[in-house]
């Protein structure tokens, strides 16, 4: 079986569904039926919102799998929310949570020194 495409290869727009088949009963069910939210996003960002659901929502472990860095899968879920209709995270966030600090350093996309002043900034470099 096919991997479902949900945009058109030649012109980009979005494809609707006309035929339901139940392979085991046989059943056939013709109309015009709409792919909803799936329709809208790309093969890739279909791809990206299954990883991101296995991963519990974890934006690091989405970038490790794609082997990719944080901020360039954060662009891509940024992208995915921009297409579904919603409004992206600002570019420059005041304050990213503590989690998302150490993931970055894990990353090496940051240095020690730039992860201790945004956990600082957070009131983080104190004992809790």
């Known amino acids: 079986m096919h991997q479902l495409i ?11 569904v006309t035929r339901l088949e139940c392979p085991e009963s046989g059943i056939v069910i013709e109309g015009q039926f709409n792919l909803g939210w799936l329709g809208r996003l790309t093969r890739e960002q279909l791809e990206f919102v299954e990883l991101l659901v296995k991963n519990r929502g974890n934006i690091n472990g989405v970038a490790g ?8 899968a954060r662009n ?53």
Do not use: F, W
Request: no cysteine; charged share 35%.
């Open 76 to 128: 891509r879920l940024d992208a995915i929310v921009t297409t579904l209709g919603g409004a992206p995270e600002p570019a420059e966030r005041t304050h990213p949570d503590r989690r998302e600090v150490l993931g970055r350093l894990a990353a090496k996309e940051i240095s020690v020194e730039e992860a201790m002043r945004l956990l600082k900034e957070q009131g983080h470099d104190r004992d809790e």
């Open 65 to 72: 799998d794609l082997k990719i860095a944080y901020n360039t």
């Open 6 to 16: 949900t945009r058109d290869p030649v012109s980009g727009g979005e494809l609707i």
